[in-house]
């Protein structure tokens, strides 16, 4: 049996996530998830790869919002993201989208911690970001995730890749929405279209890692693995692949204990019991 296991939401982009029992499947991705980033002084998004020390700030709840802390000190970051004012275009990869800095007083806040001026904004949800028209089928956005609303790696699949580790890595590396149990490793892959206790997904793409999963959340640094060891197993069309992205049919709530029923699979899929390279149906 496939089950739910985990959910994760992150708050503000490549800062920590927060593990959720529950949560609400909006069109851009789960409630909260990467609604809210930092940018620099010219609109460009911050990010992990680049700035590894994002790493080291925690993000808790409380009833007033969400807390961001970093060596010691923290500010509340209100679930409402309030009204909109003097909003103003930044990038994200190739996109630019419309959001607004949501206090100045945050943005100097994580300008001292960070040690350079930066601005953090939010992005409304009627504000538009499409997708990969690749893979766009219904004219679909999406938060500011790197690409797409939501991400789904099965536990089976960090075991085997534990397996092949010297020292094993926690799930949290990889940043997904949706963690399962049940199913053989990688069989995330080949998923089409599943349901979350009724709910509908379709899975659209296979996940291209990058040097954000080789930075140790504790410390901020980075390292070789696991790109290292994926790359003898997982790569394909020049991209190394761990986990699914997901887009949601269905807007309602899932929680963790949620069956998973897999309705259909894609047709096109490599041999991933072995070191074969990708087809690029799904790259």
């Not at 991705?29 to 980033?37: S, T, V």
């Not at 040690?115 to 938060?143: K, M």
């Not at 094993?168 to 997904?176: Q, S, V």
């Not at 291209?208 to 640094?221: D, S, Y």
């Amino acid at each position: 049996m496939l089950t739910l296991t985990g959910i994760r939401i992150y708050p503000v982009k490549s800062l920590a996530g927060i593990v959720r029992s529950r949560a609400t499947v909006l069109p851009k991705g789960l409630e909260y998830d990467r609604r809210w980033m930092l940018v620099d002084e010219n609109g460009v998004f911050l990010t992990q790869r680049v700035h590894g020390m994002m790493a080291l700030f925690d993000v808790l709840e409380s009833p007033q919002g969400f807390v961001i802390s970093h060596q010691g000190d923290s500010l509340t970051l209100p679930y409402d993201q309030g009204k909109a004012s003097n909003p103003f275009e930044v990038q994200i990869w190739d996109d630019r989208v419309v959001a607004f800095e949501v206090n100045p007083e945050f943005s100097s806040w994580f300008s001292s911690k960070l040690d350079f001026r930066c601005r953090l904004v939010a992005f409304p949800e009627s504000n538009p970001r499409q997708i990969d028209t690749a893979f766009a089928t219904e004219g679909e956005n999406v938060s500011l995730a790197d690409a797409y609303p939501l991400m789904i790696i099965g536990e089976s699949s960090l075991a085997d890749l534990n397996a092949r580790l010297s020292e094993p890595m926690t799930m949290n590396r990889f940043r997904p929405n949706l963690i399962f149990s049940g199913g053989a490793p990688y069989e995330e892959d080949t998923w089409n279209e599943f349901s979350i206790a009724g709910r509908q997904f379709n899975g659209v793409k296979r996940c291209a890692r990058c040097v954000l999963t080789t930075i140790n959340p504790r410390t901020g640094e980075k390292g070789a693995e696991p790109l290292k060891t994926l790359a003898t197993y997982r790569r394909g069309n020049n991209k190394i692949y761990f986990g699914q992205n997901v887009i949601a049919r269905t807007q309602d709530e899932i929680q963790v204990g949620d069956t998973i029923q897999v309705n259909s699979n894609h047709q096109a899929v490599a041999n991933l019991s072995n070191n074969a390279h990708y087809d690029s149906a799904l790259s």
